[in-house]
C-alpha cells in the first residue's frame, strides 16, 4: 500500500529531535498517570497481537536498525528482555506481537491491559541504574530520555531513541522500524495496512460539504487552554477533515486565553482533558463568556479519550474513528438543520 499522507502533510525532510513543550509534556504525563488504570482494552481488539504470526526467532539477525541517518543501532540477536520508556512505543511494540519479549514498561505505560507497568519506572526523567535492574538487551524511549542514551550505550545496551511523530508516515515508520528491531516485521508491515485502511475509510463516512465548509476547531489539552496549531501531527489530521485550529501556527502548543478562545469563536471544540481533569460539555459551557461560543451553542463540544488524543500510537486509526464518528453525529446534523430553510 502506498504511504498514507493527509491533505496539507509537510514534504519529507531530514529529521530532527523534537519534544513537547515541558508544560504541555507535565500536563499530558499527568493525564495518562491519572487514568492509567482505568484504562480497558476494547472487545474484539488484541493488542498484543495474539492473532498475528511472529516472524522466526532466529532469521534476519543481527540487524542495523536506521533511526535516523546519524543514529545507527546494531542489534544482535532478537531483543527478549526490551524496556520500553514511552506509552507510545509500548503500544507499538504489543501491537506488533512483541509484548511478551517486554519486560518491564514505565509508569504511563497503561495500556495494554497487560503491558508490565512499573510504579516509579520514568521515561521522561529516566534512570540509566533503574533500567539496567531489568537487564534489558534493547531500550525504547522517546527524545525527552536524551540523556540516558550515552550510559545505556556505554552499558551496551542498544538504544532506540524514537521522536514524537511529526506527520502521520512517522508513526508508520517507527512501527516498522520495532518490527526490524523486535523480529516482527511483518506483523508491523500488516499493522500499518490495517491502519491505513482504517483511516482511509474512516475519512470517507464525513460527507465533503463538512470538510470544504472551512470550520475551526479549538482542542483543549488542559483547563489552563494550552492547545494545538495546524503544524502538529494532530493538527494535520483535524486537516484531512477539513478543520483548521484557531490557535496561531506559531508555536505548536500555544496556551491561549479564555477570552482569545471566546473571540475565535471555534465551530467545534475538541476536550483531550475529559480524564485528567473531568472536562466535559457541560463544564465548558458553565465558563463566563462561552456560552456565546458557536461550538457550545450548537452543541458542538466534543469529548475524545485523553491517551488516544495524546500519542501517535497504533491506535491513530481508532481517534480518526472517533473524530469521524463524532462529526457525523453532532456537526453534520447541525449543518443539514442550518441548510433546510435556505432549501425551503
Known amino acids: 500500500m502506498a504511504p498514507h499522507t493527509f491533505p496539507g502533510t509537510r514534504i519529507p525532510r531530514p529529521r530532527r529531535r523534537r519534544s513537547i513543550p515541558a508544560l504541555v509534556a507535565s500536563a499530558l504525563l499527568a493525564a495518562t498517570a491519572l487514568v492509567g488504570c482505568g484504562s480497558d482494552q476494547e472487545a474484539g481488539q488484541s493488542a498484543d497481537g495474539d492473532t498475528a504470526t511472529t516472524d522466526s526467532t532466529a532469521e534476519g539477525f543481527p540487524v542495523t536498525v536506521t533511526v535516523t541517518p546519524n543514529d545507527q543501532v546494531v542489534i544482535e540477536d532478537r531483543p527478549e528482555r526490551i524496556v ?28 495494554p491491559e497487560e503491558a508490565p507497568r512499573v510504579d ?40 532506540l531513541m524514537l521522536d514524537a511523530s511529526e506527520v502521520l508516515e512517522d508513526t508508520y515508520e517507527q512501527i516498522e522500524l520495532l518490527g526490524e528491531a523486535t523480529g516482527n516485521r511483518d506483523n508491523a508491515t500488516e499493522l500499518v495496512d490495517d491502519m491505513q485502511t482504517t483511516i482511509d475509510e474512516a475519512l470517507a463516512t464525513v460527507p465533503q460539504d463538512v470538510k470544504d465548509a472551512g470550520l475551526t476547531y479549538y482542542h483543549e489539552l488542559s483547563s489552563s487552554y494550552h492547545s494545538i496549531s495546524d503544524r502538529t501531527y494532530l493538527g494535520q489530521i483535524y486537516a484531512a477533515f477539513g478543520l483548521s485550529s484557531i490557535a496561531p501556527d506559531t508555536d505548536d502548543y500555544p496556551q491561549l486565553t479564555s477570552e482569545a478562545v ?21 463544564t465548558v459551557a458553565a465558563r463566563p463568556g462561552w456560552e456565546t461560543i458557536d461550538a457550545v451553542r450548537d452543541d458542538q463540544v466534543i469529548s475524545l479519550d485523553d491517551d488516544l488524543a495524546s ?10 474513528e472517533e473524530i469521524a464518528r463524532q462529526l457525523n453525529e453532532q456537526v453534520v446534523p447541525t449543518m443539514e438543520n442550518a441548510a433546510a430553510p435556505a432549501a425551503a
Open 120 to 159: 516509579g519506572l520514568s521515561g521522561y526523567t529516566p534512570n540509566v541504574e533503574a533500567v539496567l535492574e531489568y537487564d534489558p538487551d534493547l531500550v525504547v524511549l522517546t527524545s525527552t530520555g536524551e540523556g540516558i542514551v550515552d550510559g545505556l550505550t556505554a552499558a551496551g545496551v542498544p538504544t
Open 262 to 282: 471566546v473571540a475565535a469563536n471555534p465551530d467545534i471544540i475538541f476536550l483531550a482533558n475529559t480524564k485528567a481533569e473531568g472536562m466535559d460539555p457541560e
Open 84 to 111: 520500553s520508556l514511552s506509552p507510545t512505543s509500548t503500544e507499538m511494540l504489543f501491537a506488533i506481537g512483541s509484548g511478551d519479549q517486554v519486560v518491564a514498561a514505565d509508569e504511563y505505560s497503561n495500556y
Open 311 to 320: 500519542r501517535w500510537g497504533p491506535r491513530v486509526d481508532e481517534l480518526v
